[in-house]
């Protein structure tokens, strides 16, 4: 089952459920540990909470891609380069073609 850490996550989530970072942190956890489906459920909460997290997106298609859904992975990672880019993150827009070239 989950741990001490996830248990303190999967309470914030309840106690603030607007919170993006929140739902991220949840996701990163769960991504952390290689439970893809749980991971994309909180990613995608965290992104539909702030549409310009890039991180999130990224986090979202790592999941997406370990989850199998390849085609998805795609769009929302470069979605998430479009907005590191307009944020005037560089670096990890670079981050992120790596991760497109890989798929």
Wanted: charge should be negative.
């Amino acid at each position: 089952m989950g741990s001490e850490r996830e248990a303190q996550f999967r309470q914030l989530a309840a106690d603030h459920p607007d919170s993006p970072m929140v739902h991220f942190s949840l996701g990163k956890l769960l991504l952390d540990e290689r439970r893809h489906a749980e991971a994309v459920e909180s990613l995608q909460k965290a992104v539909s909470l702030q549409p310009d997290y890039a991180a999130a997106m990224v986090a979202l298609g790592d999941a997406l891609v370990g989850s199998g859904r390849r085609d998805e992975a795609r769009t929302i990672l470069e979605q998430a380069r479009d907005t590191a880019l307009a944020q005037r993150h560089a670096s990890l827009a670079e981050e992120i073609d790596e991760r497109l070239g890989e798929l």
